[in-house]
């Protein structure tokens, strides 16, 4: 993945990740009922990086295609318009980042804000301004529903 260097010295990272910290915790304390919105933004990095294919270097976070149809519609995606809709207050003040950086800073600040480890992370993605080119079904479909399987003694 190409990195670029002058768009991510533009951007106070610390500043960014403790405004990602605290929208987590006002958003959490807004909810009054338990849930967060950090468990999606480690979804919403997960699924931005996951259709990277190391076969032939299509794909992944560079990009953040997830912002156009057709990837921002698949079933894979689901429900991951509201983590990119949450983001926007902190992308417009902060235009400089792309969004593939913001979405994967968010998922690591996310795990670290629910108690998991620091997770080294480098700034530098860019953000396309065209659609993806990579296939649909790279991710599992979220929007499926799953099975429970039932224990056979």
Known sequence: MNF???????????AVKKDIADAIEAEFERRGDGTSMAGTLVRLAWHASGTFSKE?????????????????VWGANAGLGSARDFLEPIKKKY??????????LAGVTAVEEMGGPEIPWKAGRTDSDKPTTVPDGRLPAADSGCEIGRAHV
Not at 56 to 72: H, I, K, L, Y
Not at 95 to 104: F, G
Request: net charge negative.
């Open 4 to 14: 670029s260097e002058s768009a991510a010295d533009k951007v106070d990272i610390k």
């Open 56 to 72: 032939d270097g299509t794909g992944g976070s560079n990009g953040a295609t997830m912002r156009f149809a057709p990837e921002a």
């Open 95 to 104: 235009p400089s980042m792309s969004y593939a950086d913001l979405w994967t």
